[in-house]
């Protein structure tokens, strides 16, 4: 079976995974005195320089969570609860760890703006600048879209923000180990990555701080990570977490161009059917993504259809098998039948060139088939 849905998931990079386990071994708590702590406490410090030095940070800038969710929430609310009110701003793209904490929090009082986006997925910086407020006190607009691959102009966004002083929270966490991603070219205070996105195991995380902002914790314990998030430290997980970015360091540009050149020949092959088109298209795109609607197919029976051959999913994993249609689709101006056709590919670095031009003819025979 030939896996093509490497944006809900991926599997464990082979030297992560003896990292990990090298790493059980060493058991000892982080915030002990003895020995056996203070070789837990190096493994976490050496880790928190690696995953800093892949976002061009300062290892203090790094705390460590259980993932994307959690880095999220962590972001939104511990930097809303600084405040009584106010005024948060995003966009309505969003993955639900973004969308839900917001409207969370406008059940909780503070008044929220969802930016829309355009019909490539794109919102415009100028929609940004008259959405600000007064009492604006964060915006949280994601790097690059899950479902569609679509990338926002981060580093302009961060620019209006950083002029009129007002904190930028982006959830990177499908771009890490697709394209650069550096806190200092993006303008941003914030950064969530979610491990199990780029090779690393589920359940590890982490959230880039800016050195002196101040967000609130969200849970309550020790005063691990800064105080920042409470309880002690899973080292196995964080070592894992950073041997990922140490190889994503050393080994970007080969990816990068292996992922390019893998989502280029099934495009290329699928381009070619009249009935498929690919959504936000004509606009920077991660390297590795496909989001195509196939008019008069339903999305999840065609993926069902395509089980044991080939993974991919219809819309976001998150939302799979609910039938409705992508939040994300529509706000692009798809309509329901459109949204509720549209498949998506997420090619991975474990994809060999053979199992791509055998998924791509399988999957346009389907296709065809379908009528």
Sequence with gaps: MIYLDYNATTPIEPRVKEEMIRILDEFGNPSSAHKFGRKARQLVEESRYKVAKLLGAQPQEIVFTSGGTESNNLAIFGRALCFERGHIITSCIEHPATLNPCRQLQRMGYDVTYLPVNSQGV???DDLRRAI???????SIMHSNNETGVLQPIKEIGEILREREIPFHTD?????????VSVSELNVTMVSLAGHKFYAP????ALYVKEGFIIKPIMFGG???????PGTENVPYIAAFAKACEIINCEFDEIEKHLR???DIIWERLSRIERVKLNGQGTPRLPNTLNISISDIKAEQFV????GRIAISAGSACHSGVEKPSHVLVAMGLTEKEALSSIRISTGKFNTVEEIKEASEIIEEEIKNSF
């Design 123 to 125: 919102l415009d910086p």
């Design 172 to 180: 990177c966490a499908q771009s890490i180990g697709k394209i650069p």
């Design 304 to 307: 069902k259809r395509l089980d």
């Design 223 to 229: 005063g691990h990570e800064r105080g920042f998030r």
């Design 261 to 263: 050149a893998i989502t």
């Design 202 to 205: 589920k359940g590890i995380g």
């Design 133 to 139: 407020r007064k009492d604006t006190i964060l915006v």
